[in-house]
Antibody, heavy 121, light 110 residues
Framework: EVQLVESGGGLVQPGGSLRLSCAAS????????MNWVRQAPGKGLEWVSYIDIGGNTRYYADSVKGRFTISRDNAKNSLYLQMDSLRAEDTAVYYCARDGPIPAAGYCDYWGQGTLVTVSS | QSALTQPRSVSGSPGQSVTISCTGT?????????VSWYQQHPGKAPKLMIFDVSKRPSGVPDRFSGSKSANTASLTISGLQAEDEADYYCFSYASSHTYVFGTGTKVTVL
C-alpha cells in the first residue's frame, strides 16, 4: 500500500525557517517524481514544487522561488522541503504528493495527509 | 501563474448530472493534455479522480468523466450521489515548467 507521511510542521516566526519531511513506503520511491502542494486555511490548493527522480531537476511556484528548496534522499525513501524566509502567507497545510507512474506524468496519484505550517509572531 | 477559473459552486439532486468547468489559457489547459481533477472532502487529502483530461484511475466510478475543448476542461458527475458532495479542483501543466490548480468548486447534493 502506498503511504506518504509528512512531518516537520509547526509554529514559526516570520523570517524563520522550517524543514518538512515526507516518508514514503509501499512503492519504489526512487522511480517516481514528487511534488509539494499546499493549502492555506479555508483556501484552495496551490502547487509549490516538483523534483525529478534523481533530484537534478526542480521546479518552483513563483510565490516560493528563491525561498524554498525541494530535495530527496532515495536511500532513505524521503522527500524534503526546506522553507526559509517564511512569511505569514506561507501558512498552510503542506501535502507531499507522488507524480504519476510515467516520466513527466503531470498529475499526482497519491497524497499524504499533510502537515500544518503556521507562520506567526 | 494565475489560478484556473472554476465556478464557486454547483449543485444537483441525487441521480442528476452536474458539470464543472475549468477555464485557463493556451499556455496551460489549452496547450497540453495534462489536465487532472481532484476530489477533496473536508479535512481530508485530495484524491485523484481524472488524469490526462479524460482517464479514470482504477477504483474511480465511471460516473466521473472528463473532457476538454480549447482552453476549457470539464468534469461531469453523472448519477450524483450523496458521497460526491465535496470540493473539486482541476490541475494543469503550465508553461515554464510550472503547474497550476483551479480555484475550486463546491459540489452540493441537494
Amino acid at each position: 500500500e502506498v503511504q506518504l507521511v509528512e512531518s516537520g510542521g509547526g509554529l514559526v516566526q516570520p523570517g524563520g525557517s522550517l524543514r518538512l519531511s515526507c516518508a514514503a513506503s509501499g512503492f519504489t520511491f526512487s522511480s517516481y517524481e514528487m511534488n509539494w502542494v499546499r493549502q492555506a486555511p479555508g483556501k484552495g490548493l496551490e502547487w509549490v514544487s516538483y523534483i525529478d527522480i534523481g533530484g537534478n531537476t526542480r521546479y518552483y511556484a513563483d510565490s516560493v522561488k528563491g525561498r524554498f528548496t525541494i530535495s530527496r534522499d532515495n536511500a532513505k525513501n524521503s522527500l524534503y522541503l526546506q522553507m526559509d524566509s517564511l512569511r505569514a502567507e506561507d501558512t498552510a497545510v503542506y501535502y507531499c504528493a507522488r507524480d504519476g507512474p510515467i516520466p513527466a506524468a503531470g498529475y499526482c496519484d497519491y497524497w499524504g495527509q499533510g502537515t500544518l505550517v503556521t507562520v506567526s509572531s | 501563474q494565475s489560478a484556473l477559473t472554476q465556478p464557486r459552486s454547483v449543485s444537483g439532486s441525487p441521480g442528476q448530472s452536474v458539470t464543472i468547468s475549468c477555464t485557463g489559457t493556451s499556455s496551460d489547459v489549452g496547450g497540453y493534455n495534462h489536465v487532472s481533477w481532484y476530489q477533496q472532502h473536508p479535512g481530508k487529502a485530495p484524491k485523484l479522480m481524472i488524469f490526462d483530461v479524460s482517464k479514470r484511475p482504477s477504483g474511480v466510478p465511471d460516473r466521473f468523466s472528463g473532457s476538454k475543448s480549447a482552453n476549457t476542461a470539464s468534469l461531469t458527475i453523472s448519477g450524483l450521489q450523496a458521497e460526491d458532495e465535496a470540493d473539486y479542483y482541476c490541475f494543469s501543466y503550465a508553461s515554464s515548467h510550472t503547474y497550476v490548480f483551479g480555484t475550486g468548486t463546491k459540489v452540493t447534493v441537494l
